[in-house]
Nanobody, 120 residues
């Protein structure tokens, strides 16, 4: 199983970016999917997560600006980031709890990270 994240880049404050994450491989079901970020010198933090049949959750710092969504048929997840601020600068990681066989429990997988840089 692999998670592939993409969509990072350099943007000016107030701009927008959209991050994508795709899960591939032998997958029975994808449970929770989430975006985390890690800024230089800081710990990794949860940005947003989404589970099938549940409302998404957001960190207070991104509420009203970021929107997480997923396509269960394609095992993909998006993070639309609007009104970006310099403090949103970080490496963004996608994470997913993935079930690989009918009798197994889900396991946590991480994407490789994609850098988002917001200039002031």
């Amino acid at each position: 199983v692999q998670l592939q994240a993409s969509g990072g880049g350099l943007v000016q404050a107030g701009g927008s970016l959209r991050l994508s994450c795709a899960a591939s491989g032998s997958i029975v079901r994808v449970n929770r999917m989430a975006w985390y970020r890690q800024a230089p010198g800081k710990q990794r933090e949860l940005v947003a997560d989404i589970s099938s049949g549940s409302l998404p959750n957001y960190a207070d710092s991104v509420k009203g600006r970021f929107t997480i969504s997923r396509d269960n048929a394609k095992n993909t997840m998006l993070l639309q980031m609007n009104s970006l601020k310099p403090e949103d600068t970080a490496v963004y990681y996608c994470n997913a709890n993935i079930v690989r066989d009918l009798w197994g429990a889900g396991q946590s997988y991480w994407g490789q990270g994609t850098l988002v840089t917001v200039s002031s």
